[in-house]
């Protein structure tokens, strides 16, 4: 009976380690996927292309369309 506690005991660590493992490489990542996306938001942002397709980074239709605040 011992021996079956102590193998559940270390099942529990070894399934608890791989818990914080996997939590905090997913909040590394968060992090890393944030500062990518403050990165392009800042190039030129996202713009809807359709209602099916996610948003891609285009170039502006018409010179008059630019922001005041754009560069060049």
Do not use: C
Not at 21 to 40: C, G
Not at 47 to 67: F, H, K, N
């Amino acid at each position: 009976m011992r021996q079956v506690f102590a193998a559940a005991a270390l099942a529990a660590l070894a399934v608890g380690g791989n818990h914080f493992y996997r939590y905090f490489n997913r909040k590394r990542k968060n992090r890393l996927q944030q500062a990518k996306l403050e990165v392009w938001e800042g190039e030129g942002g996202a713009l809807p292309v359709a209602t099916r397709r996610g948003a891609e980074q285009i170039a502006p239709q018409t010179p008059a369309a630019a922001s005041p605040r754009a560069d060049g």
